[in-house]
């Protein structure tokens, strides 16, 4: 069973507009991760946050992480075309194994 | 080389058949993983290795699912007596090292299994 959950489940922007998506989960972390899946294409790894850190920047990516309320989330900002994509949250709970949760299909229009 | 790859790529096959999924992880990668992924969900963990031992195998759904890495690099996932309900992609993942908390997993391009 799937324990991240995503919100919205779908995302329709404009380019040059901000995307956020959200994760929730229920257990206790030692890190999240955010993924993204290109059609056709495999999952490519975009941040990780530790479970004592609350934000983090990669270039327009943001991610925060709130512990208490066990959720997180990701913004792209100044979108584009090409950020057209699925995206997932994955949780590691110590155990090596990801726990991914059920997406976030976002799409840009030119 | 340069990234995790899987072969095939696409797999169709009939119901009742045995089926071998390949994976070679990244050179040097002690951790692999292998995932499971339905149509519009997030890929499901099957189980993993850490150098040529199976670790985890908690995942997967029934004795037909085996994993080996007998020299701790390229592994194989098969499953026997394929049912339509074990059509999915298959996806494998690489990592560095071994249970570090920041240790990204690197995915490879997956094989769609499709069971007529």
């Known amino acids: 069973s799937q324990q991240g959950e995503e919100d919205p489940q779908a995302l329709s922007i404009q380019e040059g507009e901000n995307a956020t998506m959200n994760c929730s989960y229920k257990?206790?972390?030692?890190?999240l991760q955010w993924y993204r899946q290109n059609s056709g294409r495999g999952l490519v790894h975009l941040i990780l946050?530790?479970?004592?850190?609350r934000e983090k920047h990669s270039g327009r990516l943001r991610v925060t992480l709130d512990t208490s309320k066990k959720s997180s989330s990701l913004l792209i900002t100044a979108s584009r075309a090409a950020d057209t994509a699925s995206y997932f949250c994955?949780?590691?709970?110590?155990?090596?194994?990801?726990?991914f949760g059920t997406g976030t299909r976002l799409l840009v229009s030119p | 080389g340069a990234g995790v790859s899987q072969s095939p790529r696409y797999k169709v096959t009939k119901r009742g058949q045995d089926v071998a999924l390949r994976c070679d992880p990244i050179?040097?990668?002690?951790?692999l993983y292998w995932y499971r992924q339905a149509l519009g969900q997030g890929p499901e963990f099957l189980t993993y290795?850490?150098?040529?031992?199976?670790?985890?195998k908690s995942g997967l759904p029934n004795d037909r699912f085996s994993a080996e890495r007998p020299e701790g690099s390229i592994s194989t996932l098969t499953i026997q007596r394929t049912e339509q309900r074990d059509s999915a992609m298959y996806r494998c993942?690489?990592?560095?090292?071994?249970?570090?908390?920041?240790?990204?997993?690197?995915f490879g391009p997956g094989t769609r299994l499709t069971v007529l």
């Open positions: 993942a690489s990592s560095l090292a071994v249970a570090r908390v920041t240790d990204t997993q690197y």
């Open positions: 290795f850490n150098y040529e031992a199976q670790q985890d």
């Open positions: 946050i530790r479970s004592n850190e």
């Open positions: 050179s040097g990668h002690v951790s």
């Open positions: 257990t206790s972390i030692n890190n």
């Open positions: 994955a949780i590691n709970t110590g155990f090596q194994k990801l726990v």
